[in-house]
Structure formats: C-alpha cells, structure tokens
C-alpha cells in the first residue's frame, strides 16, 4: 500500500490476481500529472515499485475510476492525460446525479441512518414530512450532500426519528398540497404515525407492496400484516 500526492493505491505484492484499485479519496480527474504519469506505468507495465524500494512486483489489477466530470474537456484542456484516459476509458458505466434518481433517496437515506446511528443512539427512520423535504430538493452536491445532510440530522436529532427541523434551513420546505394528509410525529400517536408512514410509502411506491416494504425497512409480511391492522387497502 502507498500513498503518493493524495492518490491511495492498493495492490497484492504476493499473488498475481485480479484485485480492485480504489480510490476512496479522491476522483481520478483530480490526480497530479506526476500521479498520472506512475498511474499509466502501472497500467501499461503491470508492474509497481513501492515508494523506497529498488525492486519492482509484477501486479494484475483492475481499475475502477470515478469522476464527476468530463475527462474529454480535461484531455482537450491538458489537464488530464490522453493515453491514461484511453487506458481507463474500457467500460463506462454513467450514474445520473441524484436529482435525476429521487426514487433512490429513502433507500439511501436508511442506509446512512444504519451507518451514523450507534448501539445507544438508534434512528429508526425519518418522519414523512422529513422525506418529503429531502425528495423535493435538487442535491446540487449528489450523494456526498445527502449523507452529510442526514450525519447532520442524526447528530442534532432529539427524536429516534429525524424530523424536517433537523434538516438544514434551504432543506426545510412547507409540505403542497400533495402532503397535507401527513401527520406531524410530534402532536400524533406512535400509531398514527405508523399509518400515515404506511401510506406514504404505498403512495410512493404506486401502491407495490414490495417497494413500500423497502422504503419503510421492514418484510412484507410484516408490512401486510399491519396494512390489516389499520384497515388500509392498496
């Protein structure tokens, strides 16, 4: 493993097989000349030389690289070397920026919930009106927003369950008219509130059972056996 300008690279000096190159810091487009230049060597020469060493290891590596933008104009302005962007550009897989895949924010949003909340500092869940918020803004910043967004509602949270007042100010809107059946967590009944996430989730998901399971984190049997509890009808 090394470190070299701000680039972390991790290979298996040992075994000659397929591993993965990560870069769990920084986007490709943003390497050093000088990075890209040993990047390029690796790639082409299958081979690596460890920061003080004199020996070079033969290496078999794939390489998943990861930008936010456009490594043709960077190529076309010299900040990004052509052949290197050859090398890397085998398979393209394009991600819409979160705007553009709504439908992903409550999956994403339970998967940060589990990963800030503690042992002693459970979040189970966002209130409707909270969800409502997060899927109606734009995310200019993508998924590094929304997680530091919901780190920030878990930290300032005095509910197990985040609330639009957790959320930044630009995030807090008034719910139109499509959320006015929503009850407020604060003046309701853990059980009204229960129903009313029900339906939103089914709302949300055009009334698949197996979506609003999803969305609200539980099986569904579980889901069915409470859409009889509260008389609901999908």
């Given at each position: 493993?090394?470190?070299?300008?701000?680039?972390?690279?991790?290979?298996d000096l040992e075994a000659c097989i397929p591993i993965d190159l990560v870069n769990s810091q920084d986007e490709v487009s943003e390497i050093s000349p000088a990075v890209q230049v040993k990047l390029l060597r690796t790639i082409q020469e299958k081979e690596v030389r460890p920061v003080g060493s004199s020996r070079s290891y033969r290496v078999d590596v794939r390489v998943f690289a990861a930008t936010n933008r456009d490594l043709r104009e960077a190529v076309k302005h010299g900040s990004f070397r052509e052949d290197l962007f050859y090398r890397l550009n085998?398979?393209?897989?394009?991600?819409?920026?979160?705007?553009?895949?709504?439908?992903?924010?409550?999956?994403?949003?339970?998967?940060?919930?589990n990963r800030f909340s503690t042992d002693h500092s459970a979040v189970r869940d966002t209130s409707p009106e909270a969800l409502y918020c997060l899927e109606n803004y734009d995310w200019p910043g993508n998924v590094r927003e929304l997680e530091n967004v919901i780190r920030r509602a878990v930290a300032l949270r005095k509910e197990d369950f985040i609330l639009p007042e957790d959320?930044?100010?630009?995030?807090?809107?008034?719910?139109?008219?499509?959320?006015?059946?929503?009850?407020?967590?604060?003046?309701?009944?853990l059980t009204a509130y229960e129903k009313a996430a029900i339906q939103n989730a089914l709302a949300r998901s055009g009334n698949n059972r197996k979506k609003s399971a999803q969305i609200l984190g539980i099986g569904e049997?579980?889901?069915?056996r409470k859409l009889k509890k509260y008389g609901i009808h999908d």
């Open positions: 493993m090394g470190r070299t300008n701000g680039f972390c690279h991790f290979f085998v398979l393209t897989v394009n991600v819409p920026p979160l705007r553009d895949r709504k439908e992903d924010i409550p999956l994403l949003v339970k998967y940060f919930l959320l930044p100010p630009n995030l807090q809107i008034p719910p139109t008219e499509n959320a006015q059946h929503m009850i407020r967590p604060v003046d309701a009944t049997a579980t889901l069915y």
